[in-house]
């Protein structure tokens, strides 16, 4: 069992990011519950292992409880762990621990599509800010961690998309709100 702390956004450095990352498929083949299941209890499955190779550190393989753990390997230097903080019917949701080089937490959903009928959405939202002003400045002024992070997510997306046998409805969605003291910048792709 970790004893690692909690490593919250108020304990990071530089600006608060909320990101989000969202996917919308319509007449999916599979129903919402059996789909989420899926993505909850099988997340290595759908994360790209070259960018971020997710492995049970804490907790039975292929089920999802509150307090399991995962060691991400994360392309560069980047390496951190993660838990289990809240689950619900329609989400599941992780902070990350000591050491990680993000301070907050990420949560992943999949929803009725809130205003198309037969579709649906899955989105990754994140609040967070770097670790320290190290990692604050390769991610944020460098980009490195930028690119690589939102690679894994619209990577994420794109599978859980494909597991649905649904239609995609066009590019994985991804929203950045930068908030510092004194201003909230939002940029939006695809």
Known sequence: MSNKPEQTADTGSGPLFERRYWIDVQHPSRPISELFEQVKNDIPHFSPDLLADFSKAKGTEHQLNVDDEFRIKILGPWNGDVRVSKIGEDFFELVTLENH??????????????????????????????????????????????????????????????????????????????????????????
């Open 101 to 190: 080089p993000e301070a907050g937490r990420i949560r992943f959903s999949l929803k009725k599509h809130p205003a198309l009928p037969d579709t649906v959405r899955f989105e990754i939202h994140s609040w967070a800010r770097s670790r320290d002003g190290l990692v604050a400045f390769t991610y944020d002024t460098l980009g490195m961690g930028k690119r690589v992070q939102q690679q894994t997510w619209e990577t994420f997306c794109e599978r859980v998309g494909e597991a649905s046998g649904g239609l995609i409805l066009g590019p994985v969605h991804v929203e950045t709100v930068k908030q510092t003291d004194s201003e909230t910048h939002v940029s939006r792709d695809a």
